[in-house]
């Protein structure tokens, strides 16, 4: 079953595809946007082992030419060095501001190619072909490109939406556990910022997603850019209600740096157990009854996710460092942070009070 997300933002919109067997159709589907039979597409190794031949073969039905770039997987590629070897390759190639280039891939390929087609020869348009669940319910709408550098993570960026987002479902299923249940992560979190129904969903399809079922998974996918797509739209300028999506991210957050952001820890995984602490957090100071945080805690762990700090891989973590990473958070101001709390599911809100007293020992308790 085929279904489409129309994400509008200003005066532009974009449609996300949601179906299987899209990457062979990626020909007709790009092809009202092409002035010429050819585009560029960037991937990583692989990504391109297993779905590149596929995406290639549906451009070809349509006389559709590729040239490739490929990159080394994992965080470290999103680098200036690549940057610049990306754009150089794709002009040396011919690219230029009537080209359309593919991000094939998970959100690395998705940001620094983003940013790629932002920059070469002021601005060339793009496609994403997110292959990760974190990158079709994440970064598939928001329009965030971004490098690293030294300073920190995603601190070399601009926000450039796509023409176009093509979720194939059938990626999915070629995609390692721990990646698929990173993904479930930022699912479940659409259900616990404000929506019980899809929470209900999600509680009652467990086994399925963690399972990768595509129709469950569709489902899911569909769900999730809804509702990221109208929170994002309502709130363009990242102010007001767009914090409700860093649900469980501040502790979250906390968890990576602590981890020192190595491979043991996966932002999904730490969002997971972030969103946990979130409810129990909000249980401690008597905003959310115990009943909610716990079921909010179960639905959570069904994942396959980790919901007890203490058990969480890249540990142990500590909960005075913890809180030294809560307050350098960049989303707090002069020392006043700010959490996403819940009343219940599907109840969150931005707490804008928090106290480092109370979170202090929280913490200790987490710990
Ligand atoms: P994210 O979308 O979580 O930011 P990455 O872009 O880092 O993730 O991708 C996570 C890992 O999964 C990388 O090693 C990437 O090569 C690999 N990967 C991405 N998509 C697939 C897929 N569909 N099948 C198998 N491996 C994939
Ligand atoms: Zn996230």
Known sequence: SAMQVTVALGERSYDIHIASGLLSRAGEL??????QPR???VTDENVAKIHLETLKAGLAKEGISAFVEVLPP??????YANLESTIDALMAQGADRNDVVIALGGGVIGDLTGLVAGLLKRGMRFVQVPTTLLAQVDSSVGGKTAINSKMGKNLIGLFNQPEMVIADQDVLQTLPVRELRAGLAEVIKYGLIDDVEFFEFIEQNAEKLNAADPEILSEAVRVSCEAKARIVSEDETERGKRA?????HTFAHALERANGFGPALLHGEAVGTGMAMAFRYSQALGLCSGQEAVRAE????????ETDVRKLSGGPYEGDALLEHMMHDKKTEQGNLTLILAKGIGQSYIEKQVDADSL???LKIET
Request: a positive charge.
């Open 30 to 35: 790009t092809k009202p946007i092409l002035k």
């Open 360 to 362: 202090r020992a929280f």
């Open 74 to 79: 994992g965080e470290s590629t999103k680098c």
């Open 298 to 305: 179960k639905a959570i762990f069904a994942l396959g996710l």
């Open 39 to 41: 585009v560029y597409i």
């Open 244 to 248: 409700l999506l860093n649900l469980g």
